[in-house]
C-alpha cells in the first residue's frame, strides 16, 4: 500500500483502529494464531472437553440426554405432521408442486449438484470437495494451519467458503419436512461425516473465517432439530456434530476481537454463533459465557453499526439483510430461551426493517442493488428469488410488530421457520411505502404509484467500498428501468478482477475524467472516501411534482476540482427529469452514464431519444445539454472487451444491460435526462426545458446564484396544474 493510501486509511479510520491492525499484523507474522488456535485432531477436544461434569458424554446416553432438552428451539421435531401440510398448501398457493421441486432438489444433491448463491448449479461431487474451488477446481491446502492459506489464494475464496455454510442443508429440511423422503436426512449425515473427517479443527480453509463458520453452524443447528426423528439420526453422529458445534464457538471466541474490529457484519455474525451456542447447548462448559459475551456485543454493536435512520454501517442492500437475519435469528431464539434483548436494540433492527421496506418494490420484491453483494442469504428457508427481499421484511415485521408487511405467498415460509404457525395468520400492515429520507444511510427515494426513484447520497461514517454516490435507480411497474451494476465477484480472473463493477464509471452518474473518483485501493477499499449531501428534499401539497437534489465535490488540498449537483424530479409519478450540473476549475469532458435493463430497443442518436421494450409496456429516454458541447454518444450492450454493458443479479452471474454513454465539453455543464411511459418532445431555450408527454407540458429551469446556491423552478400544466419553486417561498 502507498504512503498516500497510507495517510488516508489512518485519516478516515483513526489511529486507534490503525494500531490496533498492525498489532495484529505483528501477531500474525509472529504464529499467534497457531499458538492461540491450534491445529489439533478431533479427539483432542472430545465432547467430554466440552460438557459440564456432571452432563453425560458417551454418546447414547448424551444423546438420551439431549432427547428430554429437545425444546429451545425454533420448531420441535413432534411438529413435522402439521409443518408438512401448512408447507404443501404453501406452495400449492404459490403455484408450485411441492412433489415436483422436491425431488428434482434432491436428486440434485444426490447428484453432487449443489447451488451456489442461489442461482448456479454447479458439480462439487458427493460427498463434496470442501476444500476445492467449484468453478475451476483450484483446491485449498488441507493440511495447513488456517492462518497460514491467504484469503485469495485459491481464486475466489467465497467459492469455496459458500458450499461450506451448508446452505444445501436448508433444502434438505424443507424437503424431508414436507415429504417425509428419508433420503433428506441421510444425505445431510453423510455430508456432516465426511465434512467432519476432512476438516480437523483449525486446519484449512475452512477454520479462517469466523463469520463462515457461524453461518454454518446455524445450518448444523437447523438440521439437527429437524432430523432429531429420523432413522439417520443415531447417537454417534449426534455426539460428533454437537462436538463440532462446540469447537466451533471456541474458535470463535478466541478470535472474536478482530471481528469486533471490522465494523460490519463479521461482528454481528460472530456474536450471534457465540449467542446461538451458548443458549441451544446449555450443557457446555463455556455457555454461560459465550451468551454473555455474545449479547453484550450484539448490544454494543447494534448501537455501533445500526443508525438512527437503520441504514447500516456496510452501504449495502445485500450486507443489510444479512445484519437482519442474524439479528432476527438471535432476537427469536432469545425470545425462546429467555434471553432478553435491550428495547433500544429492537427499535434499530425494526428502522432497519422498516428502511428495506421502503425501499422495496411491492411487486416484485426487488430492491436497489446498491453497495456490494457477495451473494450470502444465510436463512435460504423459502423458494423466492435470491434478491426478492420479502421474506426479510417478512420476518422483521412479525418479529418486532407481530404483523405482516405482505398478503400470503411463498415469502410466508420464512414465517413459519422461525416464528411457527402462529406468524402466518398475523394482521397485515396497512402501511405502504412512501418518499424515504435517510440522511445517515445516505438513502433517499421518491414514491410514485407505479414506481420509484432511488438515490445514494451521504458521508460516510464507515469504510466504504464501492463508488456509487449520486447513483440513480429507477423502477417502473416492477421493472427495475435504470439499474445498478452490483457486484460479479471478488477476485475473478482478466478484467472482472479486483470487483470492477463498483467503480463509479458503471454506474448511473456523471463523470469528470478520473478527476471526480476516489482511488479503488483494495478489493474492499475506497480512498479517500467520497461524500455528497442532499439539501432539496419537497413534494408538492397535491402531490403531482417532488424533488430531491445532492451536491458533490471532489478536491486535493484547498482547491476545489470539480462539483457535481444532481436533482431528480418526479413528474405525475411515473415520469421522471434528471438534471446534473459539472463545474470544473478547467474545461472538461462530462461523461454521463446510465445502465438500463436489457430489452428490445430502439436508439435515434440524432434524437437522443431510446425507446425500450419492457413487459409493462414502452418506456422512454430522451437526453441532451441545458449547457455545454455535445460529443459522442454510444450505447453498448455486453462489450466483450470490458466490463461495460454488464450487470450482476447476483455473485459470479452476470448478463447483458444497455450501458448509454454520452459526452459534453465545457467547465460547466448541464445535462438533462427525461424518463417518461410517453413518448414526448423536448424544447431547449434560454437555459430552460419544456417537455410535452401524455397531454400535459413541464417546464423546468434549474439556476445557481452567486453562492452556487439551488433555484429550481417548475410548472406542470395541461390536464394537471402545479408549480414547484426552491427556495420554497
Not at 519 to 535: H, I, K, M, N
Request: aromatic content about 12%; some cysteine.
Amino acid at each position: 500500500m502507498n504512503l498516500s493510501n497510507v495517510f488516508d486509511l489512518i485519516r478516515h479510520m483513526g489511529p486507534a483502529w490503525a494500531a490496533y491492525r498492525l498489532r495484529r499484523w505483528v501477531l500474525h507474522r509472529i504464529g499467534w494464531e497457531r499458538m492461540r488456535m491450534p491445529a489439533r485432531p478431533w479427539g483432542h477436544w472430545p465432547l467430554a472437553w466440552l460438557l459440564r461434569h456432571e452432563v453425560p458424554n458417551e454418546p447414547q446416553a448424551y444423546w438420551e440426554y439431549r432427547r428430554q432438552r429437545s425444546e429451545g428451539f425454533f420448531f420441535a421435531p413432534s411438529d413435522r405432521p402439521k409443518y408438512s401440510e401448512i408447507l404443501r398448501n404453501l406452495d400449492s398457493q404459490s403455484g408450485n408442486s411441492s412433489s415436483s421441486w422436491c425431488q428434482q432438489r434432491l436428486e440434485e444433491i444426490e447428484s453432487g449438484k449443489i447451488r451456489f448463491f442461489r442461482h448456479h448449479l454447479w458439480q462439487t461431487g458427493w460427498p463434496p470437495k470442501w476444500g476445492e474451488n467449484a468453478r475451476d477446481g483450484r483446491s485449498a491446502p488441507g493440511d495447513a494451519h488456517f492462518s497460514q492459506i491467504g484469503d485469495f489464494s485459491v481464486g475466489d475464496i467465497k467459492l469455496i467458503w459458500e458450499l461450506n455454510r451448508f446452505a444445501f442443508a436448508f433444502d434438505l429440511v424443507r424437503i424431508y419436512w414436507r415429504t417425509g423422503n428419508e433420503t433428506a436426512p441421510r444425505l445431510f449425515w453423510e455430508a456432516f461425516e465426511d465434512w467432519y473427517e476432512n476438516n480437523p479443527p483449525n486446519q484449512g480453509i475452512n477454520w479462517k473465517c469466523g463469520q463462515e463458520i457461524t453461518f454454518r453452524l446455524m445450518a448444523w443447528c437447523f438440521a439437527l432439530w429437524a432430523f432429531w426423528d429420523s432413522a439417520h439420526t443415531t447417537a454417534e453422529r449426534v455426539g460428533k456434530l454437537v462436538q463440532a458445534i462446540g469447537i466451533s464457538a471456541h474458535r470463535i471466541d478466541a478470535n472474536i476481537a478482530y471481528a469486533l474490529s471490522q465494523n460490519n457484519n463479521h461482528s454481528v455474525s460472530e456474536a450471534v454463533g457465540l449467542c446461538t451456542v451458548g443458549l441451544l447447548f446449555p450443557e457446555f462448559k463455556s455457555s454461560d459465557r459465550w451468551c454473555k459475551t455474545g449479547k453484550a456485543a450484539l448490544e454494543r454493536e447494534a448501537q455501533r453499526l445500526v443508525f438512527d435512520d437503520g441504514g447500516f454501517s456496510q452501504y449495502s442492500a445485500n450486507y443489510h439483510r444479512l445484519m437482519l437475519h442474524d439479528y432476527l435469528w438471535i432476537l427469536k431464539l432469545g425470545e425462546i430461551n429467555n434471553m432478553q434483548f435491550s428495547e433500544s436494540l429492537q427499535q434499530r433492527i425494526q428502522r432497519a426493517g422498516d428502511l428495506s421496506f421502503q425501499l422495496l418494490d411491492s411487486s416484485s420484491g426487488g430492491m436497489p442493488r446498491y453497495g456490494a453483494d457477495d451473494g450470502s442469504l444465510i436463512l435460504p428457508l423459502s423458494e423466492s428469488d435470491y434478491w426478492d427481499f420479502r421474506p426479510a421484511v417478512q420476518l422483521t415485521r412479525w418479529i418486532l410488530n407481530r404483523q405482516r408487511s405482505f398478503a400470503s405467498g411463498p415469502w410466508d415460509e420464512d414465517l413459519l421457520w422461525i416464528s411457527g404457525e402462529e406468524a402466518l395468520n398475523a394482521p397485515l400492515s396497512i402501511e405502504s411505502a412512501s418518499d424515504l429520507q435517510a440522511e445517515q444511510a445516505g438513502i433517499y427515494a421518491l414514491r410514485g404509484k407505479q414506481g420509484h426513484a432511488f438515490l445514494r447520497s451521504g458521508k460516510y461514517r464507515f469504510r466504504p467500498s464501492d463508488v456509487d454516490l449520486l447513483h440513480v435507480d429507477l423502477w417502473w411497474k416492477g421493472t427495475n428501468v435504470a439499474i445498478d451494476p452490483g457486484t460479479y465477484s471478488y477476485n475473478a480472473e482478466g478484467r472482472w478482477g479486483n470487483n470492477p463493477l463498483r467503480a463509479g464509471k458503471y454506474h448511473n452518474t456523471v463523470q469528470v475524467g478520473q478527476k471526480n473518483q476516489p482511488r479503488l485501493a483494495g478489493r474492499f477499499l475506497v480512498l479517500p472516501w467520497p461524500e455528497s449531501e442532499v439539501d432539496v428534499f419537497v413534494r408538492t401539497p397535491d402531490g403531482h411534482l417532488a424533488a430531491t437534489a445532492a451536491i458533490s465535490s471532489f478536491s486535493r488540498s484547498a482547491h476545489v476540482e470539480v462539483e457535481r449537483r444532481r436533482v431528480i424530479i418526479q413528474v405525475l409519478d411515473d415520469n421522471w427529469l434528471v438534471l446534473d450540473q459539472v463545474d470544473t476549475k478547467q474545461p472538461d469532458d462530462a461523461i454521463l452514464h446510465w445502465l438500463l435493463c436489457d430489452s428490445k430497443y430502439d436508439l435515434d442518436v440524432e434524437e437522443r431519444r431510446l425507446s425500450l421494450e419492457l413487459t409493462p409496456g414502452k418506456y422512454h429516454l430522451r437526453w441532451g445539454v441545458l449547457n455545454g458541447q455535445l460529443g459522442n454518444c454510444a450505447l453498448i450492450r455486453g462489450d466483450k472487451d470490458s466490463p461495460r454493458g454488464w450487470s450482476s443479479p447476483a455473485y459470479w452471474s452476470k448478463v447483458p444491460a444497455l450501458s448509454l454513454s454520452q459526452n459534453a465539453y465545457g467547465n460547466r455543464v448541464l445535462y438533462y435526462s427525461w424518463f417518461s411511459p410517453h413518448d414526448s418532445e423536448i424544447a431547449v431555450h434560454d437555459g430552460q426545458i419544456d417537455i410535452s408527454f401524455g397531454g400535459s407540458v413541464l417546464c423546468g429551469k434549474l439556476e445557481n446564484d452567486s453562492q452556487k446556491d439551488l433555484r429550481l423552478k417548475v410548472t406542470l400544466t395541461g390536464s394537471v396544474h402545479a408549480r414547484l419553486d426552491w427556495p420554497q417561498t
